[in-house]
């Protein structure tokens, strides 16, 4: 009984608390998650290239 009641009160907190979130509006929307995107596939290509060039000194190692 007392696990329903913490659940409930949790739920309303929530509830309150989605209320104060400032949400972006569509532009902002749009280039936070242009952002996002180019953040990652800049992070990307360069973790595939240092992959690449590590590969390629280990096989020199190896071989």
């Not at 989605?18 to 280039?31: A, H």
């Amino acid at each position: 009984m007392k696990y329903l009641e913490r659940l409930g009160q949790y739920l309303r907190d929530v509830r309150a608390e989605l209320k104060r979130v400032q949400w972006p509006n569509r532009r902002e929307f749009i280039v936070y998650t242009g952002a996002v995107l180019g953040a990652v596939l800049v992070f990307g290509l360069l973790f595939w290239g240092l992959d690449n060039i590590f590969l390629a000194l280990l096989r020199l190692v190896i071989s």
